[in-house]
């Protein structure tokens, strides 16, 4: 039997007052955490900005997105995707969960989201075009 998978993707703003360290704090673990929740995708940073993209068992992932919308290091968020899905789009990608903060992550993201464009069709390729305006 197939787990259930569902995939949230938001973006927010970071506050005013962020700093690196606040930024870091964020980074800080959220790879092995997720990981071990069997949660995969991407967290992307930049001008002050959020961009994630979680997928992952319905009853550790939103949980989790509950705790990130109550977060005070960021606000204005914005949902894009909340919904069930059938597949994983960052199964594959990197370790299952990366952080994109340099130009060199966003251009292998780039790239990955060209190659499930190319290769993949239905609800994956369908997040991926959502995704894809977030960074480029």
């Known amino acids: 039997m197939k787990t259930s998978i569902h995939t949230v993707c938001y973006v927010s703003t970071a506050i005013s007052t962020i700093t690196n360290d606040n930024v870091n704090e964020v980074f800080d673990g959220i790879v092995e955490k997720n990981l071990s929740?069997?949660?995969?995708?991407?967290?992307?940073?930049?001008?002050?900005?959020?961009?994630?993209?979680?997928?992952?068992?319905?009853?550790?992932?939103?949980?989790?997105?509950?705790?990130?919308?109550?977060?005070?290091?960021?606000h204005h968020i914005i949902e894009i995707l909340n919904q069930s899905t059938s597949e994983r789009m960052f199964e594959n990608y990197q370790t299952g969960f990366s952080i994109v903060d340099n130009s060199d992550q966003i251009f292998s993201l780039q790239k990955y989201l060209r190659f499930i464009e190319d290769n993949f069709d239905g609800a994956v390729k369908k997040r991926a075009e959502v995704v894809r305006p977030f960074i480029y």
Request: aromatic fraction near 8%; avoid cysteine.
């Open 37 to 74: 929740l069997g949660i995969t995708g991407v967290l992307l940073f930049s001008h002050e900005n959020f961009m994630q993209v979680m997928e992952g068992p319905p009853h550790n992932l939103l949980p989790l997105y509950e705790t990130i919308k109550r977060d005070q290091r960021h």
